[in-house]
């Protein structure tokens, strides 16, 4: 199986709130589970950068999905690529702050065999 990652940037849409954005996160974790999709979203208000992986054709499907949802603005691919392996393979779709140990703790910063997660510590301090 080909394993791919993607990370991109978006802004939250103005009616999208707290209530919205986690009643879209029960989706979107149940969703992830039946696909095989693993992740997280980290949020620096209102801007989302968030990084998803999983089995090649289906995240493409699914990125195209989340790119027309209309729940967020100026959705722009930062990054894309083939992986090893999962890199938050525990995750179903983490809500992230994009700051500090809220955002990657150490222990996982030191476990980054492909430097995915440094990269996307680098997006989320640079873009966010
Ligand atoms: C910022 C953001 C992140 C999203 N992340 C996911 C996700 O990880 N998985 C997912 O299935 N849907 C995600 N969605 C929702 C999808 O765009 C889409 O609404 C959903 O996949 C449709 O699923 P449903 O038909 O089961 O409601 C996200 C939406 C937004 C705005």
Same mark, same amino acid.
């Given at each position: 199986?080909?394993?791919?990652?993607?990370?991109?940037?978006?802004?939250?849409?103005?009616?999208?709130?707290?209530?919205?954005?986690?009643?879209?996160?029960?989706?979107?974790?149940?969703?992830?589970?039946?696909? =095989?999709?693993? #992740?997280?979203?980290?949020?620096? *208000?209102?801007?989302?950068?968030?990084?998803? !992986? &999983?089995?090649?054709?289906? +995240?493409?499907?699914?990125?195209?999905?989340?790119?027309?949802?209309?729940?967020?603005?100026?959705?722009?691919?930062?990054?894309?690529?083939?992986?090893?392996?999962?890199?938050?393979?525990?995750?179903?779709?983490?809500?992230? =702050?994009?700051? #500090?140990?809220?955002?990657?703790? *150490?222990?996982?910063?030191?476990?980054?065999? !492909? &430097?995915?997660?440094?990269? +996307?510590?680098?997006?989320?301090?640079?873009?966010?």
């Amino acid at each position: 199986m080909c394993l791919r990652y993607v990370m991109y940037t978006s802004t939250a849409a103005p009616e999208l709130g707290d209530a919205e954005l986690l009643g879209l996160l029960v989706r979107a974790r149940h969703n992830n589970q039946a696909l =095989g999709i693993t #992740g997280v979203l980290v949020r620096r *208000d209102p801007c989302f950068l968030q990084y998803l !992986e &999983g089995p090649a054709a289906t +995240l493409a499907t699914l990125t195209q999905t989340i790119a027309a949802d209309s729940r967020h603005l100026h959705f722009q691919i930062v990054a894309e690529g083939d992986l090893q392996g999962r890199q938050f393979g525990e995750w179903s779709m983490d809500l992230r =702050g994009a700051h #500090g140990a809220d955002f990657l703790s *150490d222990e996982e910063l030191a476990d980054d065999p !492909e &430097g995915i997660k440094y990269m +996307l510590y680098g997006f989320a301090t640079t873009l966010l």
